[in-house]
């Protein structure tokens, strides 16, 4: 059977895809990226990944962008993992929602990123647009930190690959939003860190390529 390829950048939303290959015993072959040299931007690489962004796997012939799909795909085609809920499950709605709810928490990641690190010229950066996302970042994170004080993992049964999507979303809201301010989701980054595959991502991901602050002070 053929390695996959993974299309990554470190320390970016394709650690999720990272760390559920990992959870899986799959070790792909890694080709990393940088978001600001312009080879995203590439038509070597928009042919992989039409909007310009990581993740995008190289998987069973094909390839397949949107780390959420990504999840939902590996779930669906190595159900023997038991890391996926198929339709039917009584968890297939939370499981659904747990892959979109991730990417409304990524989505304000990516603003307040694009805000902080990525403007050629940080004087162009709005104040009240950072504040205003840091809020409603507070906000997204709130409703977890309520199901977390419940239950260890995002679904009720235990970890799945819900868990993997929340890989790099819950620690990076870390950087604009103070998460002792979150102490289950504290908790529960701490309890994702110590799984034997999260460790084992955590080693493939490679020194981050991009610059950036441990934490933004925003007014969250």
Known sequence: MTTPVLHHVPGARSFRTLWLLQEMGITPEIVEWK????????????????????PALEIDGTVIYESGAICEYLCETRPEHGLGRAPGDA?????????????????LIAGLNLQWIFLRNPEDR???VVKIE??????????????????????ASGFSAADTMYGFTLTAAGKYVRLENFPNIQAYN?????????????????????PGKDFYEVGA
Request: proline content about 6%; overall charge negative; glycine content about 8%.
């Open 91 to 107: 968890e297939r709605v939370p499981f659904l929602e747990a892959m979109h709810y991730a990417e409304t928490i990524g989505h």
């Open 134 to 155: 840091a809020k409603r970042l507070a906000a997204t994170l709130m409703p977890l930190e309520q199901l977390l004080g419940t239950q260890d993992h995002i679904l």
């Open 126 to 128: 709005s104040d009240t």
């Open 190 to 210: 701490a309890r994702m860190a110590d799984r034997p595959g999260h460790k084992a991502a955590c080693a493939l991901d490679g020194e981050r390529n991009f």
């Open 35 to 54: 978001i600001q040299d312009g080879s995203m931007r590439s038509p070597e690489f928009l042919a992989k990944s039409p909007a310009g962004r990581i």
